[in-house]
């Protein structure tokens, strides 16, 4: 399709499309003459500056300066890109968006095929959490509070411990590679047979703005690891970029001018059985740059809100180091830490939606939160170390690349400084706000972890060195092992936040990362890595090495266990049930690592 007669088309949809219709939408409109009149959507305002003129087809604020077409409106208040903008609005007038060549038709064509297949696995998962085999992923969601009606909306389901799913869409003629290609199944090396990528699991759909399955989480119903596994990247799927649920929280984000973020998908599931529509969440990965310009589309200081543990506290402070960098008049994040360790599902259960409405409204500003994490890094008792503490907080706004920003931050900092830290009556500790009295940044105790061998540690960082489009796919999966060596745990860090830089990252450019930013030393410490350059490994057999190393360390430790727990029964003369049962269920955790190695 010429140009010329795309624009044509761009032209019928904004004279079929009532530019006030679309906008009265999500802004309470008055009617003023010839024009409507409202509160500015994007930005915060009492006295209403915001227009629309519908004989000319625009909309206009005199406050921001917010201006454009029918289409720029959806884009900008729906946060859509420009086709998906079009494409909604010619919907709405009834127009067939056309192809514009027949290169992009036939890309368009597989690209609709592997939505279609996403949802035929959907509808597989669905149909199997209410058979037989899924009696126990039906229980597990009932035991969690979740009705008919929620498991409907989410699409919930279960995926059973075969090769069902390639079995059902090789039925649908699914080519295997499609199947592969979107994360549904994987290639076994040591026997070249195709198996299902998600066993044994409950499902979580995960959809972009459109409503259209692009992944899939799925849960464990027992004590297995990982606990929470999602679907590998595809073409369709880049979990850095998506945020669950925003299909369906946007428009209830709009209405209430307030979007949450927390940690989990199960989270999000509970908070709209409680009625809190408008929450969002991030996917197995700390929460990036571009997930949190998503949020801004919507809602210019999104609530983050994180479970109450260490692990929610680190999340937060991670968070801080994301955002500066993006800051912009009018668009910041702020807090709430749940007391007691708990996450919104256990708060909501335990007090109830009139509670977490207190809590979630109860806030920390960013400012606050950067404060805090400073003060708890660095002690300011001397004179050096106050100095210490101030070059390192005027570092950090630095990384502000917003003039106007960083001058109001710099000045709110040099304020505290003056009133809390030259003052002699500074404190040491600051809890955080709508925390439990006794909770704060630091000192907090951390849920126990299985500890990484130093070993296994050492190869499987070099390996994600030698291969760092392996990062994201291990990322979730390391979060739950403890790193013995603060030098390493630092270098694992770090190489996360590089990865989160750099959407397509090679090895040459991770060790110049590394090396530019102080690592240099501990990376060439690292013989593994020269090991690994020397094998010429393919990225699919550097991959299984990864999970072997990790599943072989995994089987150990949950061996020692199993015969500790049999000293114990052996050397008793009375044990618990709480004992037997442990025993029991290490036995299902070494055997479901058994038949994941085997694979």
Not at 534 to 552: A, G, H, S, Y
Not at 563 to 587: A, G, Q, V, W
Request: net charge negative.
């Amino acid at each position: 399709m010429e140009n010329t007669d795309f624009h044509r088309f761009l032209d019928e949809i904004r004279a079929k499309v009532p530019i006030a219709d679309v906008v009265g939408a999500r802004v309470k409109l008055v009617r003023k003459g010839r024009e409507y009149t409202g509160l500015c959507p994007f930005h915060n305002e009492k006295t209403p500056s915001f227009t629309v003129n519908e004989a000319k087809g625009f909309y206009h604020c005199f406050g921001c300066g917010a201006h454009g077409d029918v289409i720029k409106f959806e884009m900008e208040a729906g946060g859509l890109p420009f086709m998906d903008a079009v494409t909604k609005l010619a919907n709405k007038a009834g127009l067939k968006v056309p192809q514009f060549t027949r290169e992009n038709e036939e890309e368009a064509k597989h690209r609709s095929s592997w939505y279609e297949i996403m949802d035929l696995a959907a509808g597989y998962f669905e149909k199997n959490l209410l058979l037989p085999s899924g009696h126990e992923a039906f229980e597990y969601l009932d035991r969690r509070g979740f009705d008919d009606t929620i498991i409907k909306k989410f699409r919930l389901g279960y995926a059973p411990d075969n090769n069902g799913l390639h079995a059902y869409l090789l039925s649908k003629n699914v080519s295997e590679s499609d199947m592969i290609e979107l994360g549904l199944a994987v290639l076994s090396e040591k026997n070249s047979k195709v198996y299902d990528f998600f066993r044994n699991r409950v499902i979580i759909p995960i959809m972009d703005k459109r409503s259209r399955i692009i992944g899939f989480g799925g849960r464990v119903m027992g004590n297995e690891q990982p606990k929470y596994l999602n679907s590998p990247e595809t073409p369709i799927f880049n979990k850095r970029k998506v945020l669950y649920n925003l299909n369906y929280a946007r428009d209830k984000a709009y209405e209430n001018k307030r979007i949450i973020v927390c940690e989990g998908y199960m989270d999000v599931i509970a908070q709209s059985k409680y009625g809190f529509e408008y929450a969002v969440a991030p996917l197995g990965t700390a929460l990036t740059e571009d997930q949190i310009q998503e949020a801004w589309k919507i809602c210019p200081e999104p609530t983050l809100c994180f479970d109450g543990d260490s692990a929610g506290i680190r999340a937060a402070v991670r968070s801080v180091d994301r955002v500066l960098p993006i800051l912009k008049p009018g668009y910041s994040l702020k807090y709430v830490f749940l007391p007691d360790k708990m996450d919104p599902d256990e708060f909501l259960k335990a007090k109830g939606a009139e509670e977490y409405e207190k809590a979630i409204t109860n806030t920390t500003p960013l400012a606050d939160l950067l404060w805090r994490k400073n003060l708890q890094a660095q002690p300011t008792d001397t004179p050096e170390q106050k100095a210490m503490f101030e070059k390192n907080i005027y570092e950090e706004i630095s990384k502000i690349t917003d003039e106007k920003v960083r001058g109001y931050y710099l000045q709110d900092m040099r304020t505290r400084i003056y009133n809390e830290i030259r003052r002699p009556q500074s404190v040491s500790a600051v809890p955080i706000k709508n925390s439990n009295p006794r909770h704060r940044i630091v000192r907090e105790t951390p849920k126990v972890k299985r500890s990484l061998d130093e070993n296994v540690a050492r190869f499987v960082l070099s390996a994600l060195i030698y291969n760092p489009e392996l990062i994201a796919e291990f990322e979730e999966q390391l979060g739950m092992f403890e790193i013995p060596s603060a030098e390493l745990n630092m270098l694992w860090e770090k190489m996360t936040d590089i990865s989160h830089e750099h959407e397509e990252l090679t090895s040459e450019t991770m060790i110049d990362e590394l090396t530019s930013s102080d690592f240099g030393k501990i990376v060439s410490s690292l013989w593994e890595i020269k090991m690994l350059k020397q094998q010429n490994l393919f990225v699919t057999k550097v991959r299984d090495e990864i999970r072997n190393k990790i599943l072989e360390m995994q089987l150990g430790q949950i061996e020692k266990d199993i015969k500790e727990c049999l000293r114990t029964m052996e050397t008793s003369e009375s044990f618990s049930d709480d004992i037997y049962e442990r025993y029991e269920m290490l036995k299902k955790d070494r055997q479901a690592l058994l038949d994941e190695k085997n694979i």
